[in-house]
Structure formats: structure tokens, C-alpha cells
């Protein structure tokens, strides 16, 4: 299993890979101190486990998080226990508190390795998202995007409709549009993205244009431009 080492403390880093060496099954592919680093790290190395500290200089674990398109397996590693709940809220495996002990560390990795594999972790960079870690000020998800009905573009952000949640993601809703599945995803017009699985009814309006309700109320307006396309696609 590749693992990534991310903390700020190089002491606590070696102290880690000193523990994880009695596991012969998991590699240490590489080490990062700080957010930035550890981004490239994740794009460049594919890690299938990240152990990731909370408080470092530059931005916390969880801003790292919501950096990345695909999230690996996460336990955290740290010296404060206040942030326990919030970890557990984005589903890391385990959240252990420094010192590490071994036998702690061991569960945490029974727990890791008996998770099945999740499609993405050896993908290539434009494979489909299947989920997205999204932080909203204080709170944190991960988001499967199957049950997100809509995406709605607020300048380079991205507001996601998903259940009764409005999460807004930091990023602009092009890039995000190359990695949505195009099964399920329907550009509307320049700033809606729907899930056609979230779709309730479709009115024709006046001119031909088309109107779309979606699971939970939300209305939306097919372009002329995308009308012909969404016709094909759904056999309207």
C-alpha cells in the first residue's frame, strides 16, 4: 500500500516511518511538510493512504483535502484531539494522537487495508469524479456526486445542490465540467450543470425552449443552443 507522509515536524515524520517499517506491506513513497507540498506529492505519486497532520504552516490537512480531485484513504496524525470530530466528518479511517502508539498504528492499518480498493486511486488525471471533498467554512464533506442534482456557477465557484446542502466548491465549474460522467451530467446552459438522474418532469416553453425541475424544486432553462442536444440525448 503507497503511503504519503504529510506533517510539518521532520522528527514526527521519521518517527513514523520508523513505525511503518513493521509493516512490510506498506510503502512510504514519499514525505511532505506543508500543503502545497503535499498536493504535488498526492498528483505526482498516487499515494493509496495519506497520514496527514492538521495544524502546519501555509494551511491545515483539510485545506489539502479539499485541493484534491481524488481523495485517498486518510488517518490523521496529530497532536491535538480537538479536531476528532471534524475528522471522522470527512470519513478518515482514524485519527491518532502523537505520540503514535504502535498498536494504535496497527489497528488503523488493519482497518485501511481491509477497505476495498476505490476506482480512481491508479486512474489517470481526467478519469470520471465519483466524489468530492468540500469545505464550507467550518463544516466539511465528502460528496458522492451521484446526489448532487445541479452545479451552479458562482464566478470561479461552484455551488453544488445536493440533498438540502449548498455547499460551495472552490473552483470554477469548466474544470470540474472534464471530469463529471457524461451519462449523468448535462451541460443546461453557461452556468447550470444537472444530473439527468435527478430530473422530474421537462416543459416546453414558448420558442422551444426547454424546462427542466429537478428533485428538490429546482428549475432550470435549457439553452436554445443545448435544447437540440439534450432532445437527442433523452429522447424528448
Request: with cysteine; hydrophobic share 45%; charged share 30%.
Given at each position: ?52 497532520d ?19 484513504r ?62 464550507d ?22 455551488r453544488?445542490?445536493?440533498g ?25 446552459n ?46 424528448v
Amino acid at each position: 500500500m503507497k503511503s504519503l507522509i504529510v506533517d510539518d515536524e521532520p522528527l514526527a515524520r521519521r518517527e513514523l516511518r520508523r513505525l511503518l517499517a513493521e509493516f512490510p506491506w506498506v510503502e512510504v513513497v514519499g514525505e511532505a511538510g506543508d500543503v502545497n507540498e503535499a498536493a504535488a506529492r498526492v498528483e505526482a505519486l498516487a499515494p493509496d493512504l495519506i497520514f496527514l497532520d492538521i495544524q502546519m504552516p501555509g494551511g491545515s490537512g483539510f485545506d489539502l483535502l479539499a485541493r484534491l480531485d481524488h481523495v485517498p484513504r486518510v488517518i490523521f496524525t496529530t497532536a491535538y484531539d480537538h479536531h476528532a470530530v471534524r475528522a471522522f466528518e470527512v470519513n478518515a479511517l482514524d485519527y491518532l494522537l502523537k505520540p503514535i502508539e504502535p498498536q494504535r498504528l496497527a489497528a488503523a492499518l488493519t482497518r485501511a487495508r481491509s477497505m476495498p480498493e476505490e476506482r480512481g486511486v491508479e486512474a489517470p488525471p481526467h478519469d470520471i469524479l465519483e466524489r468530492l471533498f468540500v469545505r464550507d467554512g467550518d463544516r466539511c464533506w465528502f460528496v458522492p456526486l451521484r446526489e448532487v442534482c445541479m452545479l451552479l456557477a458562482e464566478g470561479n465557484y461552484v455551488r453544488l445542490f445536493w440533498g438540502q446542502e449548498r455547499p460551495l466548491l472552490g473552483r470554477p465549474l469548466q474544470s470540474l465540467e472534464q471530469r463529471l460522467d457524461p451519462k449523468r451530467f448535462f451541460r443546461a446552459n453557461r452556468k447550470q450543470i444537472i444530473n439527468v438522474d435527478c430530473i422530474e418532469n421537462v416543459e416546453l416553453g414558448i420558442g422551444g425552449q426547454l424546462h427542466v425541475r429537478l428533485r428538490g424544486g429546482s428549475e432550470v432553462e435549457i439553452s436554445r443552443r443545448q435544447a437540440r442536444l439534450f432532445r437527442m440525448q433523452m429522447s424528448v
